[in-house]
């Protein structure tokens, strides 16, 4: 069974291990938001493509669902002794991706390095980043125009959010290797994660292309809400989602990607809010505390895209 999922980060990664360890090797093609991406310490930084990686080589800290296993600080222990930026936590195991990265990005593409760290790490799913292409996530908000770092990490998702737009989208190409995964006449389903729609899967889909690619996939296209009763699991979609004037239901997030979807899954009683939209909708525990959490929402998703909806 083939499969390509559209993930962010924390939350995507967690569905997307479930689905990498359900799926038999090799089956499985993530595409990875990178309007997170940013320059830092003159380090290029993939906080979404990282965790990916990390999550599923099995390295991630599950303590806090980004960064590495079992990390260090020396780093920026001595980078605060020297006055230095200290708001964004890079750990010293994590340092290394961000410096191999930024030495490689001088002559090689975005795609090429993160499908050889992928290899490196033993992971057999294909990684692909949305774009090779600077696409930059930025927030206008009730102090001005926010980078998403300075908005998600320094400002810890406190400013009131106005309006979101993904700068250097217009101009980006898609990742060749996405649209071709797309086009398979042997794919069996598309993903979308439960990652933030605004932050995290948006970013993706404001690359040209990439809707009309889904629109006219042959395979279901499903999507797992990240809302639970009227509230995020974590970060801040509910509270964008009532900045920006939207119900915080699974039913504002049907519609939000109802050009597209096929079949939408909710949590619990979250489903009754759908009906009447004209998208499937099937219900599951969208809660991953565990492993077999995950394992048991990726099943969920693939038996709804297996019946044809």
């Not at 001088?106 to 057999?124: K, M, N, V």
């Not at 219900?283 to 909806?309: C, H, P, Q």
Request: with cysteine; charged share 25%.
């Amino acid at each position: 069974m083939s499969v390509v999922a559209l993930s962010g980060g924390i939350g995507g990664a967690k569905l997307a291990l479930g689905l990498y360890r359900v799926l038999p090797p090799g089956e499985l093609i993530v595409v990875a938001n990178t309007g997170d991406d940013f320059e830092h310490l003159g380090l290029s930084i993939s906080p979404d493509i990282d965790t990916l990686l990390y999550t599923l080589a099995r390295i991630d800290n599950p303590e806090t669902g980004w960064g590495r296993r079992n990390e260090t600080w020396t780093f920026m222990a001595a980078l605060e002794t020297l006055g230095g930026e200290t708001w964004f936590k890079l750990g010293d195991g994590d340092l290394a991706t961000h410096v191999e990265r930024s030495r490689r990005l001088a002559g090689e593409t975005l795609s090429e390095i993160t499908d050889d760290f992928r290899c490196r790490l033993g992971i057999s799913a294909q990684l692909l980043p949305m774009s090779n292409d600077r696409v930059r996530t930025r927030l206008l908000s009730e102090e001005g125009w926010l980078d998403f770092q300075d908005y998600f990490v320094r400002r810890r998702a406190a400013p009131v959010v106005r309006k979101i737009v993904y700068a250097g989208a217009e101009r980006a190409q898609v990742n060749p290797d996405f649209l071709a995964a797309l086009a398979q006449n042997d794919l069996d389903a598309v993903v979308i994660c439960p990652s933030n729609p605004f932050l995290s899967i948006d970013p993706i889909l404001s690359v040209p292309g990439v809707r009309d690619a889904l629109r006219a996939c042959r395979a279901p296209v499903v999507g797992v809400s990240p809302i639970i009763g009227g509230k995020a699991v974590k970060g801040p979609t509910a509270k964008i989602m009532a900045e920006l004037g939207l119900p915080v239901d699974a039913a504002a997030v049907a519609r939000h990607y109802e050009d597209f979807l096929d079949v939408l899954i909710t949590d619990g009683g979250d489903a009754r809010e759908v009906e009447g939209i004209g998208i499937q909708v099937t219900s599951s525990n969208t809660l991953m505390l565990t492993i077999e959490d995950r394992e048991a929402l990726a099943r969920a998703v693939l038996a709804a895209a297996d019946r044809g909806f």
